[in-house]
C-alpha cells in the first residue's frame, strides 16, 4: 500500500494529493477494454470509442483507483466501470455503472463486500480551456487567366497586404483551412490536372514547399476547421463527384480517404461553426444544379447525412467564421450559371442557417474568406464576368462592410484560412 492516496484526493484545488511515494500513474489508455490495479491512476481517452474499466478482482479495504477523462470525450464515447465480482456503491456486479459526463475525474475506494467501491470523488472538470482567436489569415493560389502561385496576408485590422509570388505549384479549386489553432493548410486543387498536394502555413504566414499528400486527388472540395484544431477536406470531384473526407490533424498530418454521407458536390463552402464544429453548404450536384443542402460535421469530423439548408442554392460562394460566439456566415455565390449574387446568410452556434440578407457588396462568385482580428471575417477577391481585386471585411456583429479596391492581383478559385493568434 505504499502509493496509497489519501482521502480527499481532489481537495479545493482540485489536484491529486499523494501520500508519500506517490501515485503511480500509468501510459494512457486508448482500447476499448482495459483491466486497472490499486492505487494507480489511468488517462483513459475515449476520442475513438467508449472503454469498459475492470477493477480489481481481490481489492483490500482502502484501494483506490483514479480515472481521469484524459481528451474531454467521456460525453461523446462514455467510459464503463465493470466491478469484476464485487459491488459497487452496494449494488451488484451486474448493475451497469457508465461514466458520462465531459472532462469528468473519477476517484473510487474499496470500502469492503458489503458496499464495495465507493466513489469518493467523481466530479467533472467544468473549466474547458479556450483556443485563443485567430488574428492573421492568408489567401493564396487561384487562376487569373491561367493558375497562378501567390499569396496575399490580411493582418489583425483587415488589411490585405501586396502579392508574394511563387509560393509552391500553380494551383487553383484547392481548399484551405486552419490547423493546430495557429497554422494554415492548403491543399488537393487542379494544376491543370487533379491534384493530392499540400502546402502547409506556419504561424507567421510562410507557405512551406509543396509536399506530397493523402488520398484520392481532387478539385473543386471545401475545407474547415474542426474540434478545436484539426481540420477536415470534404467532397469534390475527380472528373465525377466524390463523397470522400480527409481529416487533418493538429500536426497538419493528411489522413486517408473515408467514406462519407451526404450526395457529391462541387463548388460548395464549409465552415466552423459552435467552437469545434463544422458545416458544409451549396455547391453543383452531377445534374449542374445548384444546391443549398448543408451537411453538419461533428467535433470529431463525422460528416452527417444532408440536411435542408437555408436560403438561396447557390455554387462558388465562400464562408467565413465571425463573433465570439461560435457564429459563421455563407456569402456570394451564382444561383444558375449566368446570375452572380450578392447577398449572406447568418449561421449560428448550433447550426442553423437563417434568411437572405441582400446586398452586401458586388455581386460576384469564386472568390474565397477568411477570419481574422479574433472575431470578424473578411471575403476577398473572385469573379464578376472577370477576375476583380475586392474585399469585403464582415463585423464581429455579422455586418458586411463596402467593397474596398485594389487588394493584391484579381483572381478566383483561390482558397484562405486563419493563422497565428498574435495580433
Request: charged fraction near 10%; hydrophobic fraction near 35%.
Amino acid at each position: 500500500m505504499s502509493g496509497a492516496v489519501k482521502s480527499n484526493v481532489f481537495g479545493s484545488s482540485g489536484t491529486v494529493a499523494a501520500a508519500a511515494g506517490g501515485l503511480k500513474w500509468e501510459s494512457v489508455v486508448t482500447a476499448s477494454t482495459v483491466t486497472v490495479e490499486s492505487n494507480r491512476g489511468y488517462f483513459v481517452n475515449t476520442t475513438s470509442n467508449a472503454c469498459t474499466v475492470t477493477l480489481p478482482a481481490s481489492p483490500d479495504v482502502g484501494d483506490q483507483v483514479i480515472l481521469l477523462d484524459y481528451a474531454r470525450t467521456w460525453d461523446t464515447n462514455a467510459v464503463t466501470i465493470d466491478s469484476n465480482g464485487n459491488n459497487f456503491q452496494g449494488d451488484a456486479d451486474t448493475f451497469t455503472v457508465d461514466y458520462d459526463t465531459e472532462g469528468q475525474g473519477i476517484n473510487i475506494v474499496y470500502s469492503g463486500s458489503t458496499n464495495g467501491w465507493i466513489p469518493n470523488s467523481d466530479i467533472a472538470n467544468a473549466l474547458t480551456p479556450v483556443a485563443p482567436p485567430t488574428q492573421r489569415g492568408i489567401f493564396a493560389y487561384g487562376y487569373t487567366n491561367a493558375n497562378v502561385s501567390m499569396s496575399n496576408l490580411i493582418n489583425s485590422s483587415g488589411v490585405i497586404a501586396s502579392d508574394v509570388s511563387g509560393v509552391g505549384s500553380d494551383t487553383a479549386n484547392l481548399a484551405a483551412a486552419t490547423y493546430g489553432i495557429d497554422k494554415a493548410i492548403f491543399a488537393y486543387g487542379s494544376t491543370n490536372s487533379d491534384v493530392n498536394t499540400k502546402n502547409l502555413v506556419n504561424n507567421s504566414g510562410v507557405i512551406q514547399a509543396t509536399a506530397a499528400g493523402v488520398g484520392t486527388a481532387r478539385s473543386a472540395l471545401s475545407a474547415a476547421g474542426y474540434g478545436t484544431d484539426k481540420a477536415i477536406f470534404d467532397y469534390g470531384t475527380t472528373g465525377s463527384l466524390s463523397t470522400i473526407s480527409n481529416l487533418v490533424t493538429n500536426q497538419g498530418v493528411v489522413g486517408s480517404d473515408n467514406s462519407i454521407a451526404g450526395s457529391g458536390r462541387r463548388y460548395h463552402t464549409s465552415v466552423g461553426y459552435g467552437g469545434d464544429k463544422a458545416i458544409s453548404f451549396g455547391g453543383r450536384d452531377g445534374a449542374s444544379g445548384r444546391l443549398n443542402t448543408k451537411n453538419l460535421i461533428s467535433n470529431t469530423g463525422v460528416v452527417a447525412a444532408n440536411a435542408t439548408g437555408g436560403g438561396t442554392a447557390r455554387n462558388n460562394l465562400a464562408s467565413t467564421t465571425y463573433g465570439s460566439s461560435g457564429e459563421a456566415m455563407f456569402a456570394y455565390g451564382n444561383s444558375d450559371g449566368a446570375t452572380n449574387l450578392s447577398l449572406k446568410n447568418l449561421i449560428n452556434s448550433s447550426g442553423a442557417i437563417a434568411s437572405d440578407v441582400t446586398g452586401v457588396g458586388t455581386a460576384r462568385q469564386a472568390l474565397a474568406a477568411t477570419n481574422y482580428g479574433g472575431d470578424k471575417g473578411a471575403f476577398a477577391y473572385g469573379n464578376t464576368s472577370s477576375a476583380v481585386s475586392i474585399k469585403n471585411l464582415a463585423g464581429n456583429n455579422g455586418v458586411i462592410a463596402s467593397d474596398v479596391t485594389g487588394v493584391g492581383t484579381g483572381r478566383y478559385y483561390l482558397a484562405a484560412a486563419g493563422y497565428s493568434t498574435s495580433a
